[in-house]
């Protein structure tokens, strides 16, 4: 009976946890679906449907290049041009933003012929950010397998991010994030950029940051839900020759 009663408390017990660390990833995919709607507004971001953004899923490498050129205020340029590129893997509706990518000098790949087809990493988009910024790893101002440290710098890299498990949250966040970070060398911010550009007026930024306020900055750690709940990770691409982007990251 002692037993019995012993293991209906421990059973108990680790119900109650896994209820609260439910609890606190609903919370925390709430403060990056708040800044996603901001963004979606802005037309810096889409989700799978009209209501959802599918935050709890890691990005695809062709979702990540569109959001950098989303950001960069090149997406009508990207889709009404004619643009080409060497890559047999990259589906027809992606083609306009890889090419435009490619001829541009955004990507070249994993290979002459492979865009790749694996998730995004924290590195390879906080990499596309940086980009976004002004920032080039040919000038030497970072290198594709340590960007972090110049994205804390630059403010566009919360705490909250989880550099393991990417998800599309924390494109949210990153994203989110960049739209107020100074440009490279410059007083000016990208959204100042973007609002020059013509890509959206100050005043819908205004509207689009206000709808944010009231839900977590993400100035704490955004927690993630329990391994019980998560799906193993994704090998990493192996590294690549030198004659390509180097590892997949890089890109």
């Not at 990056?32 to 953004?53: I, N």
């Not at 989110?176 to 609002?195: E, H, I, N, P, Q």
């Amino acid at each position: 009976m002692k037993r019995t009663k012993l293991l209906l408390c421990v059973l108990l017990l680790i119900l109650c946890a896994v209820f609260a660390a439910v609890s606190a990833g609903a919370a925390d995919l709430k403060d990056a679906e708040a800044k996603a709607q901001s963004l979606k507004s802005l037309g810096l971001f889409r989700g799978v449907s009209d209501t959802d953004f599918d935050l709890n899923r890691e990005p695809t490498r062709v979702e990540a290049l569109v959001m950098l050129i989303r950001t960069l205020g090149k997406e009508s340029e990207a889709q009404n041009g004619s643009w080409s590129h060497p890559f047999v893997d990259v589906p027809s509706w992606a083609d306009p933003y890889v090419g435009y990518a490619y001829q541009n000098g955004l990507t070249k790949g994993v290979s002459a012929a492979e865009f790749g087809t694996g998730n995004a990493s924290a590195a390879m988009y906080v990499t596309f950010m940086l980009r976004a910024l002004g920032y080039s790893e040919s000038d030497g101002d970072f290198t594709w397998d340590s960007p972090f440290d110049l994205a804390k710098k630059c403010g566009i890299l919360p705490d909250g991010v989880d550099l393991n498990r990417f998800l599309r949250a924390d494109v949210a966040e990153i994203s989110y994030s960049a739209l107020s970070a100074k440009l490279k060398g410059s007083a000016d911010t990208l959204s100042d950029r973007l609002v020059s550009a013509g890509v959206f007026t100050s005043d819908k930024l205004k509207s689009a940051l206000s709808a944010v306020v009231g839900q977590d900055s993400g100035t704490s750690p955004r927690s993630k839900l329990p391994e019980i709940f998560i799906l193993p990770v994704q090998p990493k691409e192996p590294s690549l020759p030198a004659s390509a982007d180097g590892p997949a990251i890089d890109d």
